[in-house]
């Protein structure tokens, strides 16, 4: 029988019926082989407490002990199962996706919108399917939700009360879980499973919105190693001296304290292409990245990660390219 391993972080799924309490671990691992008892049958499990939060506490320190532990751990299995809150589960599954490279072995985050002792609670199927997709799916990072398996890096939480809580609209899915389980290969690897485990976390995200103040950002660029701009559509934002508000000195000031500067949209679907208009015309003269198809989420994290691992130099390259599937 495949050998799995289940890390627990947190989240609904292991809250106890009166939310927001969690459930303790000893209850959490107890209710899982109550109520799942079918999960013994598909594969050996091991049961790792790494956390019991609910992740809108998750932070980059924890993702780098959470991928060590990953790495460490693999070896002794088949795949894995990461039980975490749906809040920042993209967030985390960006961040396993670059730290994590090479994945020999699937790693499945899954969640439930209800607690796993609830009546109607999504969090039974939910877990038979991310099992099935450790032991059966691709070879890395992905999300398993609502009968449907995603590359970790391309999900958007797009639902707060329905239990289809995840998309990845820029990205077809790796797998359908119905009445039969079909998966797609997954990335291809390019070596031996190595960990990149390190992170700058002084990344700030700025979304654009009529009436943003640039003097409010200018101010915010001394504290900062990294900036995210979520911009309108293909990588727009003003930039007319006239009307006032032009984000251009933020631009400027951002190239000349070699702050790089990475631009994403706030549309969920397609890309950024900074050519197609004036200020994205703009923001390429002073050097900003496009972010193309890179969620909010996958952005932030890769930068972060970009940079505590890559030369200054080679940072445009590593950011415009896709290094684990996050962008097309
Ligand atoms: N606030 C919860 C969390 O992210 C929500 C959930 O798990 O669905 O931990």
Same mark, same amino acid.
């Given at each position: 029988?495949?050998?799995?391993? +289940? ?179 997954? +990335? ?17 995200? +700025? ?122």
């Amino acid at each position: 029988m495949k050998r799995l391993l +289940l890390v627990h972080t947190g989240g609904t799924l292991g809250m106890s019926g009166r939310r927001p309490h969690a459930l303790r671990p000893g209850a959490f691992f107890r209710t899982v082989r109550e109520r799942v008892p079918e999960l013994t049958k598909l594969a050996h499990l091991e049961f790792e407490l790494f956390s019991n939060l609910d992740s809108c506490e998750m932070q980059p320190e924890l993702w780098t002990r959470l991928a060590t532990l990953l790495h460490e751990r693999l070896d002794d299995f088949d795949g894995a199962v990461v039980t975490h809150g749906t809040d920042t589960m993209s967030d985390t599954a960006s961040a396993l996706s670059f730290m994590l490279r090479n994945l020999d072995k699937p790693v499945v985050l899954t969640g439930a919108q209800r607690p796993l002792g609830e009546v109607r609670s999504d969090a039974r199927l939910n877990l038979i399917d991310a099992v099935t997709s450790a032991l059966h799916g691709p070879k890395e990072v992905t999300v398993c939700f609502d009968s449907r398996l995603f590359r970790g890096n391309r999900v958007r939480k797009v639902s707060i009360a329905e239990y289809d809580a995840f998309d990845s609209p820029n990205h077809p899915v790796l797998g359908v879980l119905g009445v039969e389980a079909r998966f797609e290969r997954g +990335l291809r690897r390019r070596g031996r499973r190595t960990l990149w485990p390190a992170l700058v976390p002084e990344v700030f995200l +700025l979304r654009v919105f009529p009436g943003l103040d640039p003097a409010l950002p200018l101010a915010l660029l001394p504290r900062l190693k990294g900036l995210v701009v979520e911009a309108y559509g293909a990588g727009n934002f003003p930039s007319s001296a006239d009307l006032g508000r032009s984000l251009e000195p933020l631009f400027a000031e951002a190239q000349r304290r070699r702050i790089p500067v990475v631009v994403v949209s706030q549309a969920p679907r397609n890309g950024v292409d900074l050519s197609l208009y004036e200020s994205g015309s703009l923001a390429r003269t002073y050097g900003a990245i496009s972010g193309g198809d890179l969620t909010m989420s996958a952005a932030v994290v890769k930068l972060m990660h970009g940079l505590a691992h890559v030369p200054r130099g080679s940072l445009r390259h590593y950011l415009e390219r896709s290094v684990a599937g996050e962008r097309t």
